[in-house]
C-alpha cells in the first residue's frame, strides 16, 4: 500500500500552505475568532457531537445509503459504480449537513439571527429549514439574477420563514451576495452568527464547514466495507466551493485511493466560459482567502459560466488548491454538454435525476468506467435534479 502523510492542515492562522488565512478588514477579525473560540470548544464537545448526530439522524435522515449502480456498471465494462446519495438528505442535498452543524453552533454562542448567501438557492433553503427547525431569525442574500432564475428555491426559503434580500451590486450573482453578506455580518456580530455555504471565505469557515460535511467520507469508508467488503479505488465528486467534495475527500486524504474533483468547464476551457479556477485560473484573494481564482490581467473578477448554478463561482475552497498544487488530488472538468448527457443516462438507466452540479461527477466517472478495468468507483450524489428540471426543459425545448 502507498504511504501517505499529510500534514493535518489548515494551520492556527487558518492557511493551507500558502492558501486560506485570514484577509480581512479589522472589523470582521473580531468575529472570526469569536467563532473559532466557540467551534473549538463547543462543537467539539462530546455533548455538541451527541445532539448533532441526533438530529442528524432522525431529521436529516442520515446515514445516507451507498448505493450500487448495477445496470451501468454492466454496460460500461468492468469497473463498479458506487453512489453515495446525498440527495437523499433532507431538503435534497449535501447542504444541509453543515447549516445543521451551524445552526446548532450559534445557538450554542446565543445568536438570535443568522445570515447566509446563497447562489442556487441551495444553501439557503437549508439554512431557513434549519432555522424554522430552531425558531431563529433567518435573512438570505441572494443576487437579483439568481432569483429571477430560481424563483422555487426563493419561494420555498419565504414559507420556511426567512427573509430574501435581492442583491443589486456588481453581477448580482452568488459572488455579490457573499460581499454583501459579509457586510451585515460587520454591522451586526453582536447578535448575528453568519453561515457560509461552502469551504470558501475567510478562516475558519473553511475548516468548520469541512468538517461537518466530512461525516459523508466517514460513512462511505465504514458503509464500503460492512455492505460491500471492498474499498474504493477511486472517488470523484463535482467542485463547485469544494464542500461536496472534500466531505467526501477528507477522511480518505492518507488512504491508498485515487481522488478526482471535477470542475465546471462551461462551454469549454478554451472559450473562457467556464467556472473551473482550479483548471484555469491562478492564485489570489477573494472573499477573505488565498485560494485559485478566476481573474483577468487588471485584477477584476472574470464572469463566470456553468449549466448549473451551483458550481458557477470564480473562486474554491482554499484546501483544494493545496491539494492540487500537493497533486494529492486531481482536478479535471466537465463540459455543460457532456454533465447534460451524464444527467439523462442515470435517470433513465438508474431511476435517480441527479442535481446538475452531480451530473459533471458522473459525467468523469461514466467515462473513465470505460477505459479503466476493475475499479470501484465512488461518486458523491451531492444532490438531486428536482430543482433543475425547469434548466433542462429549456435547454432541450422538451414539453413535459
Ligand atoms: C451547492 C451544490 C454543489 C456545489 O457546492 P460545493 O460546495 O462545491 O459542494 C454541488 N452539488 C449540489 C447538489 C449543490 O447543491
Not at 442528524?56 to 454496460?75: C, D, F, H, N, Q
Not at 446519495?85 to 453543515?98: P, Q, V, Y
Not at 452568488?174 to 454591522?187: M, P, T
Request: charged share 25%.
Amino acid at each position: 500500500m502507498k504511504k501517505i502523510n499529510l500534514p493535518k492542515l489548515p494551520n492556527k492562522d487558518g492557511h493551507f500552505d500558502e492558501y486560506g488565512g485570514m484577509f480581512v478588514s479589522e472589523t470582521l477579525m473580531y468575529p472570526l475568532k469569536e467563532l473559532l473560540k466557540a467551534y473549538t470548544t463547543i462543537a467539539k464537545s462530546a455533548k455538541f457531537r451527541q445532539m448533532l448526530t441526533k438530529e442528524l439522524t432522525m431529521y436529516v435522515g442520515r446515514p445516507t445509503p451507498i448505493y450500487y449502480a448495477s445496470r451501468i456498471s454492466k454496460e460500461l465494462g468492468s469497473s463498479h459504480i458506487y453512489l453515495k446519495r446525498e440527495d437523499l438528505n433532507h431538503t435534497g442535498a449535501h447542504k444541509i449537513n453543515n447549516a445543521m452543524g451551524q445552526v446548532l453552533l450559534a445557538k450554542a454562542m446565543k445568536k438570535t439571527r443568522i445570515i447566509a448567501e446563497t447562489g442556487a438557492g441551495q444553501h439557503g433553503v437549508a439554512t431557513a429549514t434549519a432555522c424554522a427547525k430552531y425558531n431563529i431569525k433567518c435573512v438570505v442574500y441572494m443576487g437579483e439574477e439568481d432569483i429571477e432564475r430560481q424563483k422555487i428555491n426563493v419561494y420555498r426559503m419565504k414559507l420556511l420563514g426567512a427573509e430574501v434580500i435581492p442583491v443589486t451590486s456588481g453581477s448580482k450573482t452568488l459572488k455579490d451576495a457573499l460581499n454583501e453578506a459579509l457586510r451585515d455580518w460587520v454591522s451586526n456580530v453582536d447578535d448575528t452568527h453568519y453561515i457560509i455555504g461552502s469551504v470558501a471565505g475567510p478562516h475558519p469557515y473553511p475548516m468548520i464547514v469541512r468538517d461537518f460535511q466530512s461525516i459523508i467520507g466517514h460513512e462511505s469508508k465504514k458503509q464500503m466495507m460492512s455492505v460491500y467488503k471492498k474499498k474504493a479505488d477511486i472517488l470523484i465528486a463535482c467542485v463547485g466551493g469544494g464542500s461536496n467534495a472534500i466531505g467526501l475527500f477528507h477522511p480518505f486524504l492518507n488512504d491508498d485511493v485515487e481522488i478526482v474533483g471535477v470542475e465546471a468547464g462551461g462551454y469549454g476551457l478554451s472559450t473562457g466560459k467556464h467556472a473551473a479556477p482550479l483548471n484555469k485560473g491562478k492564485p489570489g484573494v477573494l472573499h477573505g482567502n488565498r485560494t485559485y481564482i478566476m481573474e483577468d490581467e487588471n485584477g477584476q473578477i472574470q464572469s463566470t459560466h456553468s449549466i448549473s448554478a451551483g458550481l458557477d463561482y470564480p473562486g474554491v475552497g482554499p484546501e483544494h488548491s493545496w491539494l492540487k498544487d500537493n497533486k494529492r488530488v486531481q482536478y479535471v472538468s466537465v463540459t455543460d454538454k457532456e454533465a447534460l448527457k451524464a444527467f439523462y443516462y442515470l435517470t433513465e438507466k438508474e431511476g435517480i435525476i441527479p442535481a446538475l452540479e452531480t451530473a459533471h461527477a458522473l459525467a468523469y466517472a461514466f467515462k473513465i468506467a470505460k477505459k479503466r478495468k476493475n475499479k470501484n468507483i465512488l461518486i458523491n450524489l451531492s444532490g438531486r435534479g428536482d430543482k433543475d428540471i425547469d434548466t433542462i426543459t429549456k435547454m432541450t425545448q422538451m414539453t413535459l
